[in-house]
T-cell receptor
Framework: DAMVIQNPRYQVTQFGKPVTLSCSQT?????MYWYQQKSSQAPKLLFH???????NEADTPDNFQSRRPNTSFCFLDIRSPGLGDTAMYLC??????????FGPGTRLTVT | AQTVTQSQPEMSVQEAETVTLSCTYD???????LFWYKQPPSRQMILVIR??????QNATENRFSVNFQKAAKSFSLKISDSQLGDAAMYFC????????????FGAGTILRVKS
């Protein structure tokens, strides 16, 4: 089945220690998104790629970076995680500019 | 800027009964999409139903249907014959008509289903 895959599903990192989350998709979608979702809140868009074009949200901290080496993969890098970065990180994809399809998320805990 | 409001933080429904979740939005656009997403506890967010603003007919997907009132900017979700598996956080979302089709989410409604 075509899907959006996120690895790892759970990640624990120490304060200030860089961490990378990955997302892959078999849907051949050209748009990929990264969201941060804190407990019982709506997802907050961090940035998205439209093909190779990177689009950052104005309020996304510089601490968050992303890479998209090819259509299928996208990475979220947190350079120096703080305690406030503990959250669920959701990857989503879209092809026809209508629906977004979400992965299962990576639950990140910063200690 | 578009905003989406879900005024019900929590709702409860008895199994097999019907429940309606409310959503209102604010926009100056005439053409757009609206969605309801379901997020069960610790599980994946999935698309429940979508509505295209230029279509007058309300969308329906099995037990899920919407009441789309464009003039009132209202987009409620009706769940019929509620099942235990319907228990989840439900998000209403508006798709902005711009590059990348960014979604604007409401705050969510927690739906509890009682057996």
């Amino acid at each position: 089945d075509a899907m959006v895959i996120q690895n790892p599903r759970y990640q624990v990192t120490q304060f200030g220690k860089p961490v990378t989350l990955s997302c892959s998709q078999t849907l051949n979608h050209n748009v990929m998104y990264w969201y941060q979702q804190k407990s019982s809140q709506a997802p907050k868009l961090l940035f998205h790629y439209y093909d190779k074009d990177f689009n950052n949200e104005a309020d996304t901290p510089d601490n968050f970076q992303s890479r998209r080496p090819n259509t299928s993969f996208c990475f979220l890098d947190i350079r120096s995680p703080g305690l406030g970065d503990t959250a669920m990180y959701l990857c989503a994809t879209s092809r026809n500019r209508v629906e977004q399809y979400f992965g299962p998320g990576t639950r990140l805990t910063v200690t | 800027a578009q905003t989406v409001t879900q005024s019900q933080p929590e709702m409860s429904v008895q199994e097999a009964e019907t429940v309606t979740l409310s959503c209102t939005y604010d926009t100056s656009e005439s053409d757009y999409y609206l969605f309801w997403y379901k997020q069960p506890p610790s599980r994946q967010m999935i698309l429940v139903i979508r509505q295209e603003a230029y279509k007058q007919q309300n969308a329906t997907e099995n037990r899920f249907s919407v009441n789309f009132q464009k003039a009132a900017k209202s987009f409620s979700l009706k769940i019929s014959d509620s099942q235990l598996g319907d228990a989840a956080m439900y998000f209403c979302a508006y798709r902005r008509m711009e590059y990348g089709n960014k979604l604007v989410f409401g705050a969510g409604t927690i739906l509890r289903v009682k057996s």
